[in-house]
């Protein structure tokens, strides 16, 4: 936690401490229909809102800490 932040003061349903966890995937889509299919809970479908426009998305992982899903990028370019 960043220093003069509560533990709740911003996320109030969020895990102490930890916000989130990220992955690197070749497929965001792929990876989440993959996951949501085994009954992961998507909390933000993929979307184009990563940095250099790389698809992520977030599934709630265990002691509600969010697990990222990002697109893979490639050394010297854009996504994959």
Do not use: K, Y
Not at 42 to 59: C, E, H, K, N, S
Not at 62 to 69: T, Y
């Amino acid at each position: 936690m960043r220093e003069g932040d509560a533990p709740d003061a911003r996320a109030p349903r969020l895990v102490e401490g930890l916000d989130h966890v990220g992955f690197a995937v070749e497929d965001v889509d792929a990876a989440v229909a993959w996951l949501a299919s085994r009954g992961a809970e998507v909390l933000d479908a993929p979307q184009r809102t990563g940095i250099g426009g790389r698809a992520i998305a977030f599934i709630r992982g265990p002691g509600n800490v969010r697990i990222e899903l990002c697109e893979r990028v490639r050394i010297g370019g854009g996504p994959s």
